[in-house]
């Protein structure tokens, strides 16, 4: 999925960014690149994988009492 230079600004926009028509190019070109790496992940066939509620095991934080 590539971003166009609009889609590019309007984010910048809301992160309250001021960008230089040089920046807004480079960051189309890595967000883009971010967002098909994403997808890419998306298509991964993850059924023979079971789901976790979380990567490491936590001991308990809680007290006895």
Same mark, same amino acid.
């Given at each position: 999925?590539? #971003?166009?230079? +609009? $889609? &590019?600004?309007? &984010?910048?926009? !809301? @992160?309250?960014? @001021? #960008? /230089?028509?040089? +920046?807004?190019? &480079?960051? $189309?070109? $890595? !967000? /883009?690149?971010? !967002? +098909?790496?994403?997808? /890419? #992940? @998306?298509? !991964?066939?993850?059924?023979?994988?079971?789901? =976790?509620? $979380?990567?490491?095991?936590?001991?308990? &934080? =809680?007290?006895?009492?």
């Amino acid at each position: 999925m590539a #971003l166009d230079i +609009e $889609q &590019v600004r309007h &984010v910048a926009n !809301l @992160a309250r960014l @001021a #960008l /230089s028509d040089e +920046e807004i190019a &480079v960051y $189309q070109e $890595q !967000l /883009s690149e971010i !967002l +098909e790496y994403a997808s /890419s #992940l @998306a298509e !991964l066939d993850t059924e023979a994988i079971p789901p =976790t509620a $979380q990567v490491i095991a936590l001991p308990g &934080v =809680t007290r006895d009492d």
